[in-house]
T-cell receptor
């Protein structure tokens, strides 16, 4: 069974640009969560999508958005990039059944904003 | 407020030595507890989890953790560390009342292993 796939693995963007990251969850998983990981702030929850709907959202500005498609693949978009957006962005996939809270992480996308 | 603390930012052990990584949590409801490991440049891999039942939980790679409600702790242990265990370790806590998106991660403990 294939794991969680995130693309691209590495990305370099300029301040002010926008970026789209992609996450393909494990087959059959309906929930996709996104996290930002930085040395200073650690792992911070961005948002979760379940069945194409945003189910929960963390404390990030509106520049961070996402969506989920009918095949459960998810994309995350960051507009008007700032230097502080440089981070490892991790996607986590889970069945979405609230009785099973185990999630599986992808390898992440390393975003560098210059 | 809900929180997870990992008192040790960095730990260095010799290969073959025993290991204990500390985790303390503050959570109002019955917790679900996890330990994840992250190798450099990689995502997080689940080592073990505690939902209920036996408070001593066995995980992958020879790791185990013990849930102590009275101390609000969930320490990770390994009797003999291998060089490949060098990585970042994260303790995390969630509850049955919320889905995985509400899991809170600790700041992590970086483990170095001396050959």
């Amino acid at each position: 069974k294939a794991g969680v796939t995130q693309t691209p693995r590495y990305l370099i963007k300029t301040r002010g640009q926008q970026v789209t990251l992609s996450c393909s969850p494990i087959s059959g998983h309906r929930s996709v969560s996104w996290y930002q990981q930085t040395p200073g702030q650690g792992l911070q929850f961005l948002f979760e999508y379940f069945s194409e709907t945003q189910r929960n959202k963390g404390n990030f500005p509106g520049r961070f958005s996402g969506r989920q498609f009918s095949n459960s693949r998810s994309e995350m978009n960051v507009s008007t990039l700032e230097l502080g957006d440089s981070a490892l962005y991790l996607c986590a996939s889970s069945p979405g059944d609230r009785r099973n809270t185990e999630a599986f992480f992808g390898q992440g996308t390393r975003l560098t904003v210059v | 407020a809900q929180s997870v603390t990992q008192p040790d930012i960095h730990i260095t052990v010799s290969e073959g030595a025993s290991l204990e990584l500390r985790c303390n949590y503050s959570y109002g409801a019955t917790p679900y507890l996890f330990w994840y490991v992250q190798s450099p440049g990689q995502g997080l891999q689940l080592l073990l989890k505690y939902f209920s039942g036996d408070t001593l939980v066995q995980g992958i790679k020879g790791f185990e953790a013990e849930f102590k409600r009275s101390q609000s702790s969930f320490n990770l242990r390994k009797p003999s560390v291998h060089w490949s265990d060098a990585a970042e370790y994260f303790c995390a806590v969630g509850t049955l009342k919320t889905s995985y998106d509400k899991v809170i991660f600790g700041p992590g403990t970086s483990l170095s292993v001396i050959p």
